[in-house]
């Protein structure tokens, strides 16, 4: 079981978003604060607010997208820097190459088996 005190996600689909919940929910300890967020601009405010220990991104949302998301946030951010998973139906490399360029510390391709979010979990803690 992993244990984090908060975990962020922000995903602009709601069926994505209730899967990721309901996957890290059974993955982390009860005490887990999770978050979620419909768009970067929301999630990067709740980051900001709360500072969480993990956020799990899409990288293409409306009004701010992942990428934009992550870079605002690594330069705001002071103190405990968060792990970040970023999260994109597009597999190519470019989507992988950009995510790391900002700052994601891993990268997850949609569709994904729950094992496999539960993986990259583990490989953060």
Do not use: W
Request: with cysteine; aromatic share 4%.
């Amino acid at each position: 079981m992993v244990n984090l005190t908060t975990i962020l996600i922000v995903d602009d689909d709601p069926l994505i978003l209730t899967v990721i919940v309901q996957v890290i929910a059974r993955a982390v300890a009860p005490s887990t604060h999770i978050l979620t967020a419909y768009n970067g601009e929301d999630g990067l405010h709740k980051a900001l607010e709360v500072q969480p220990d993990l956020i799990i991104t899409d990288l293409m949302m409306p009004k701010m997208d992942g990428y934009e998301m992550v870079q605002l946030l690594r330069r705001e951010q002071t103190g405990n820097r968060a792990r970040i998973i970023g999260v994109s139906s597009s597999g190519a490399l470019d989507a992988r190459t950009k995510a790391f360029r900002t700052m994601c510390d891993t990268f997850l391709t949609k569709p994904f088996m729950p094992n496999e979010l539960v993986e990259k979990l583990n490989c953060l803690t």
